[in-house]
């Protein structure tokens, strides 16, 4: 069997590494394979007309997660919710849309100690943020206002606002030049791509929220370092003092539901997966 991860850019995908991973655990290296394209938007169509009945399934990353509900038979509750699907697999001739985002973000934090949170506020205002919001409302961030989004042009957050409205949310969107007013909060999310957050380190340091910061490479980020007050990082992405957690183990868990959908296993290797995934990232860091 077949599976992939598509997109663009796609060519720094760490999803091929974390599957391969799987299937040598699971015993399938010789019967299942993960591949990774370049694919954008307009070309999706195409590709999914081109998968026959070797193929399993498909991680997709941006900007395809919007555009794959538009292409699936059958949409699950939590991504119609979010906007998005990041997960397409083929059951009896019909594609299924998923969203395994958000469990990726709640099994990352809830493996950092943050099982509970009940205010937050979120960097960033597109499909990444939309995904925080649902996993904010699965720790406990259900009341009016207790979730704050802030965008660079609020205006541009519209999607996740509507998002909100179709999980039962009030949330707040605010220009991100208010950030100061908004680190106290339990929890302080990074959605913003590699370097975007780099300018904000300072003023999210002097918060007393634990942070996410999405990006797993590179790693640490200038937001984890100024958040851990430069205490040594380790690959999974947690730091020592103050909490950071970084973007590996979201990708990790989310790429986990993708193996189980997929293959059909009850229960992912995640230890397998982790160590492959942590031993490219060292890989990578001496040798980009």
């Given at each position: 069997?077949?599976?992939?991860v ?52 498909l ?69 990444t ?6 996993a ?18 609020p205006?541009?957050?519209a ?8 999980m ?7 220009p ?71 973007g ?14 997929m ?26």
């Amino acid at each position: 069997m077949r599976a992939a991860v598509l997109g663009s850019p796609i060519e720094h995908s760490l999803s091929p590494v974390l599957h391969s991973a799987a299937y040598k655990a699971l015993g399938l290296a010789g019967e299942w394979s993960y591949g990774r394209y370049e694919c954008d938007e307009a070309g999706l169509p195409g590709f999914l007309a081109g998968c026959d009945r070797t193929w399993a399934g498909l991680s997709l990353t941006m900007p395809l997660k919007r555009v794959a509900l538009e292409l699936a038979d059958e949409v699950d509750t939590l991504a119609v919710e979010v906007g998005g699907a990041n997960t397409l697999v083929f059951r009896e001739g019909r594609v299924h849309a998923h969203n395994t985002d958000v469990a990726g973000i709640m099994e990352a934090l809830r493996e950092a100690g943050t099982t509970e949170v009940r205010s937050a506020t979120v960097l960033g205002g597109g499909a990444t943020a939309a995904s925080a919001v649902a996993a904010l409302r699965g720790l406990g961030a259900r009341t009016a206002g207790a979730i704050t989004v802030l965008a660079r042009d609020p205006a541009r957050a519209a999607g996740v606002e509507e998002a909100a409205r179709r999980m039962g949310l009030r949330i707040d969107v605010r220009p991100l030049s208010e950030l100061e007013k908004h680190v106290d909060a339990d929890l302080v999310v990074s959605t913003l791509p590699a370097g975007a957050a780099d300018r904000l380190a300072p003023v999210v340091a002097g918060g007393r929220a634990p942070v996410f910061d999405v990006v797993y490479s590179p790693w640490p980020t200038e937001l984890a370092r100024a958040v851990a007050g430069g205490a040594a990082t380790d690959p999974g992405g947690t730091a020592a003092g103050k909490t950071v957690v970084g973007g590996f183990p979201m990708l990790l868990h989310q790429a986990a539901v993708q193996v189980e959908l997929m293959t059909g296993v009850e229960r992912a290797p995640v230890e397998a997966m982790r160590a492959a995934g942590e031993a490219e990232l060292r890989r990578r860091a001496v040798s980009p």
